[in-house]
């Protein structure tokens, strides 16, 4: 006769029990065609050819094989929000190292902390390095800050140093809420502090600002140090 060969697809009874076509033990024929193969299970890592064109050891899309291990899988991206565990730990939407997980998706991710000046777009929406509701980032990094006013009596510290609650150069905070003010007013230093009307620098009269800082009849005085004219 012809004889036989195993894994030739043909079954010699003489000498076979079963021949799959293959001479490997998985499949329904064993790798010397004696007897039942092991058969095949997808997502085991072991690629059977009688029935699998690949395994990666999962039963998901994504990775190098599909689902069925019929084809080719989706692969995988970190950022994309979704976990394949064929190549990541973790996905939390978002390719940086704060938030659930790192920037490589390869493990934990740093977190984030309102107020540390890093802004974590999984969590914030922006961090102005200050956990108050002043500045360009409110108390909760969720959203634009109410800003400052420089006089209105509330520090700011993203932009102020002080803030008497008014913007004269005297009193405890200066003009600018950028450092201390000069304290009680002085007529003739310049600044025009209440309740004087001007301040020219000096205090002789008939200047359009008098000895005592205030502005003379017939006379306007702006600036200061105060300039005045008819």
């Known amino acids: 006769g012809s004889g036989s ?28 065609c004696s007897g039942a193969g092991s058969g095949s299970t997808c997502g085991d890592g072991a690629t059977c050819p009688e029935t699998e064109s690949c395994d990666d050891g999962f039963t998901d899309a994504c990775g190098t094989c ?5 084809g080719a899988g989706s692969g995988s991206t970190c950022g994309d929000g979704a976990t394949c565990p064929e190549t990541e730990t973790c996905d939390d939407g978002f390719a940086d190292a704060c938030g659930t997980c790192n920037a490589t998706c ?17 969590t914030e929406s922006c961090d102005d390095g200050f956990t108050d509701a002043c500045g360009t980032c409110n108390a909760t990094c969720s959203g634009a800050g109410s800003g400052s006013t420089c006089g209105d009596g509330a520090t700011c510290p993203e932009t102020e140093s002080c803030d008497d609650g008014d913007t004269e150069q005297c009193g405890t905070c200066n003009k600018t809420c950028s450092g201390a003010g ?10 025009i502090c209440a309740p004087e009307g001007c301040d020219d620098g000096g205090v002789a009269p008939g200047d359009g600002c008098d000895s005592g800082c205030v502005v003379e009849p017939g006379y306007t005085c702006v600036g200061e140090p105060s300039i005045c004219s008819l």
């Not at 060969?5 to 010397?32: K, L, Q, V």
């Not at 390869?106 to 999984?122: F, L, M």
């Not at 000069?182 to 600044?191: L, M, N, T």
Request: aromatic share 4%.
């Open 106 to 122: 390869s493990g934990a991710g740093s977190g984030s902390t309102c107020g540390d000046g890093a802004t974590c777009p999984e």
């Open 66 to 70: 599909n689902a069925t291990c019929t």
């Open 5 to 32: 060969t195993c894994g030739d697809g043909a079954t010699c009874p003489e000498t076979e029990s079963c021949d799959d076509g293959f001479t490997d033990a998985c499949g329904t024929c064993n790798a010397t």
């Open 182 to 191: 000069i304290g009680a007013a002085v007529c003739g230093d310049g600044w």
